[in-house]
Every structure is written in C-alpha cells, then in structure tokens.
C-alpha cells in the first residue's frame, strides 16, 4: 500500500504550493500532466527549506535546517520518508537523477540566510546560483526526461530565467527583507541611499537576465513550454509595474499583481502560445 502514501505526499506537495504561491501553481497546471507531480515536489521541498530560514524565529533555525538537510539526504538514499514532502521530493531525485550537487547549492544558499545580512558581489552570485538557478536546473531535468545533451544545451538560459525571478523577488521584498529581516541583497547598496538611479541599475541586470531565459523557453520542449512561459508573462509583469513604481514606495510597500490580473494573463498568453505567436 506504499503507493497511497506516494499518492497523499505528492498531494502535500501540490497543496504546498497552491497555498504559497497563487502564480506558480497556474504555471505548474499549465505543464504537461505528466511532468506536473515532479515540479510540485521540488516547489515543495524548496519551500520548506525557505520557511525555516525566513519564519520560524522562534526555534534554532540552523538546527533545523541541518536537521531538514540531513533527513533529505537519507529519503534520497532509502527512497522513501515519512515526512511527505521528503518522500515526495526523493521520489522525483531519484526518478529524474537530479544531480545531488544542486540540492546541496541550494541547502548553502539557505544556510546563507541564517546568518548573513549584507552581501559583496561574490556572495549575491553564489546566493542567486543556489537559491534560485539551481532550482531551475532541477525543473530542466524534469522538462528534457533525461537527455542530457539537451540540458546542457538549455542550461544557461535556465539558470538566466531563475536569477530573473530572483532579483525580482529581492526588488519585491525589499521593505520585509531589509525592515523585517535586516538583509540587503543587492551588493554595495546603502539602503538609505536606495534611489530612482540605483534602482534603474538593478533593473538593467534584470532585462538582461530575462531576456536570455525567454529565447531558452522557446527552446524548451513543448510539454513544458507553456507553463514555464506563463511564468515568465507573470513575473514580466510584475517586474514591469515594480520599473513604473518610484523608489521611495518600493522600500515602503511590497507590490502585487492581483488574481484576477494573473487570470486574464494566463488567457492571453494562452492564445499567444497557441497562435505561435511567443
């Protein structure tokens, strides 16, 4: 009866990211059915680890993240856990060979945030890589099934698109990030000093970033292309308010793309992608 337990940790999975991110469980939906399981199972497990290090202050945050990395590793090795979303996580490493080395980039970058505040240039690139680039690549095994000439062909605009996201995040979140949290991600910015010019610097990075992930998602195989385009209309569009919003309100409000919004741009990107029109 293994498999009902499979079955409910993939649904912890799915209920994970439905409930924490209302734009990337319509892109997952917008998957290929049979690729969709997989994708939830990696939100998942990256949403946990991000959990511990953002919210629970209350308890020894490096205890449990040591304690989250160490029961990952052994569901990894025995193929099964009996924490759901472990089990469901191992499931889709093992099933995908998702090579353990990206696992640990992203459990470090993690470990980053238990401590760090402030960030040189070294450790933006080295947080980006494995907070966000590695789970692209994660998603990328999932979407090539194997193929392993095609992920390396696909895999620098992958990791182009996730710094994107990423960045985007870190404008987003600023005021929580720096009020709340006390962290600066952008390297050599003084918070005081955030201004239309600083700004505008970080937004350049950004285009860069997303235009070189966009010609990857036309590249992307079809069962996949259409749910990570969503994504990229979603976060475009946010990214785009975020560029019309003046500095001074980025520090003091976190801005939103509203569901109904989210809805009409999953409408209209469909019939873009339908009529070729990417």
């Known amino acids: 009866m293994k498999h009902v337990f499979d079955e409910i940790s993939h649904e912890m999975s799915t209920l994970t990211t439905k409930r924490y991110s209302t734009s990337f469980s319509l892109g997952i939906r917008m998957l290929s059915q049979e690729i969709q399981k997989p994708i939830y199972a990696i939100y998942g497990f990256v949403r946990f680890a991000d959990e511990i290090v953002d919210t629970f202050h209350d308890f020894d945050k490096a205890a449990l993240l040591e304690d989250f990395r160490a029961q990952t590793y052994t569901a990894i090795a025995q193929g099964i856990s009996l924490n759901p979303i472990l089990n469901s996580f191992q499931w889709a490493v093992n099933y995908y060979k998702i090579p353990h080395d990206l696992i640990e980039t992203f459990l470090e970058s993690m470990k980053m945030d238990l401590n760090k ?3 040189d240039e070294e450790q933006y690139k080295k947080y980006i890589l494995g907070s966000a680039e590695v789970v692209g690549l994660m998603c990328l095994k999932v979407f090539v099934a194997g193929d392993e000439n095609e992920y390396q062909r696909l895999k620098p605009a992958a990791m182009k698109l996730g710094s994107a996201f990423q960045k985007i995040n870190f404008l987003r979140d600023l005021k929580a990030d720096y009020k709340a949290l006390g962290r600066v991600y952008f ?8 201004n239309a010019t600083v700004k505008h610097d970080i937004e350049r990075d950004i285009e860069a970033d997303f235009h070189a992930g966009y010609l990857g998602i036309l590249e992307l195989p079809k069962k996949a292309r259409f749910g990570v385009y969503l994504a990229y209309v ?45």
Request: no cysteine; hydrophobic share 35%; glycine share 2%.
């Open 187 to 194: 390297p050599g910015i003084d918070m005081n000093e955030f």
């Open 117 to 119: 505040q402030t960030y």
């Open 234 to 278: 979603y976060y475009y569009k946010l990214f785009s308010k975020i560029k019309q919003t003046p500095a001074k309100i980025i520090l003091e409000e976190r801005v939103r793309i509203p569901n109904n919004k989210k809805v009409r741009l999953l409408l209209s990107s469909y019939v873009r992608h339908n009529l070729n029109l990417l």
